[in-house]
């Protein structure tokens, strides 16, 4: 079964300043995606970013960027130029490619918080 | 823009007391998902639609916990009798089968249950 990792429970950061989130995710197989999820207070869960495994290139959205280290089993987030409506818990997410039903494993999730 | 409808939004109950959610995903989208978050972890997939046949179900207590989709639309997750353990945020969401998309996942704005 995939496992992913989150390993810090909660980061704050100036705004306008970088904030980068760690994941990690223990999987055998070769070919599958790899997401960013934001969830405001309150407020519905949506998607921030998205890596197809055989993606070499990173992705990015805008303000948002991922380093994907395939090798190392690496997936970290890059929020630049703050936002205070960047305060969220974000997840991270690994999806197997040849699942049948595309189920999403999430990691535990790290609370940022967007300081004035 | 179109979003995953659900409600009640807020529930408390007494334990041993039945307890039903309703989730309306996007138009259109076959594949559905009902989710357990406990407070300050991730998402833990329940149980997965795909129109009206369930495709993943292997993490829903069965013991008490009932799920339908009976014309491959909207859903209800039923609990019944609730327990302690079973306050949580209860997330639908629902992706499409074909197009670009079919990796991302909708979500909508949850049930939070309160047990007493």
């Known amino acids: 079964a995939q496992t992913v990792t989150q390993s810090q429970p909660e980061m704050s950061v100036q705004e306008a300043e970088t904030v980068t989130l760690s994941c990690t995710y223990d999987t055998s197989e070769n070919n599958y995606y790899l997401f960013w999820y934001k969830q405001p207070p309150s407020r519905q869960m949506i998607l921030v970013i998205r890596q197809e495994a055989y993606k070499q290139q990173n992705a990015t959205e805008n303000r948002f960027s991922v380093n994907f280290q395939k090798a190392a089993k690496s997936f970290s987030l890059k929020i630049s130029d703050s936002q205070l409506g960047d305060t969220a818990m974000y997840f991270c997410?690994?999806?197997?490619?040849?699942?049948?039903?595309?189920?999403?494993?999430f990691g535990g999730g790290t609370r940022v918080l967007v300081k004035p | 823009e179109a979003e995953v409808a659900q409600s009640p939004r807020y529930k408390i109950t007494e334990k041993s007391q039945a307890v039903a959610f309703w989730c309306d995903p996007i138009?259109?989208?076959?594949?559905l998902y009902w989710y357990r978050q406990i407070l300050g972890q991730g998402p833990e997939l329940l149980v997965q639609f795909q129109d009206e046949s369930v495709v993943d179900d292997s993490q829903l207590p069965k013991d008490r916990f009932s799920a339908e989709r009976l014309k491959g639309v909207d859903s209800t997750l039923k609990i019944q009798p609730a327990e302690l353990g079973d306050s949580a945020m209860y997330l639908c969401?629902?992706?499409?089968?074909?197009?670009?998309?079919?990796?991302?996942?909708?979500f909508g704005p949850g049930t939070r249950l309160t047990v007493l």
């Open positions: 969401a629902s992706s499409p089968l074909e197009g670009v998309y079919t990796d991302t996942q909708y």
């Open positions: 997410a690994f999806m197997d490619s040849w699942d049948a039903g595309n189920k999403l494993t």
């Open positions: 138009s259109g989208h076959a594949t």
